[in-house]
């Protein structure tokens, strides 16, 4: 019987890091075309977000993306954003579970640039989709 004990241990062990790394190739990296005909907020509302996901915004230069509070998004304010990104390509890593809000800093383009997720923990079920490695608008 004292045998079996390190072959326990070693199962357990294994079971656990099989367990890891389906955790890790569950994560998905979203694309975003970022424009004022991408309708932003109706592909966020359509994806499952999962901590571990990251979000790729792809835009032209002019644009730029913003991360605001919930009044601010819903206000349209680029007032004191809490993160803001310029460049062209911006990924952003869900590090947490909560909602996150998105806008265009750009005078009147926030109306129809404008991103509301929820990521849901990653001991959530993955998505049921038949794609896991990338969605994209």
């Not at 569950?26 to 979000?55: P, R, V």
């Not at 790729?56 to 913003?66: A, E, M, N, R, W």
């Not at 991360?67 to 890593?93: D, F, H, K, Q």
């Amino acid at each position: 019987m004292a045998k079996m004990k390190p072959l326990v241990m070693l199962l357990i062990m294994c079971v656990v890091f099989m367990g890891a790394l389906i955790e890790v190739s569950t994560a998905t990296d979203y694309t975003l075309t970022w424009s004022m005909t991408s309708n932003a907020k109706a592909w966020g509302e359509s994806q499952k977000f999962t901590m571990g996901d990251t979000i790729t915004f792809v835009y032209q230069p002019f644009h730029d993306v913003l991360e605001v509070s919930e009044s601010a998004y819903e206000s349209c304010s680029a007032v004191n954003p809490l993160s803001a990104y310029t460049g062209g390509r911006t990924t952003i890593a869900l590090t947490a579970p909560g909602p996150r809000y998105f806008i265009c800093g750009v005078q009147g383009h926030c109306p129809l640039m404008k991103l509301a997720i929820n990521v849901a923990s990653s001991s959530s079920p993955p998505p049921t989709s038949s794609s896991s490695s990338s969605s994209s608008l």
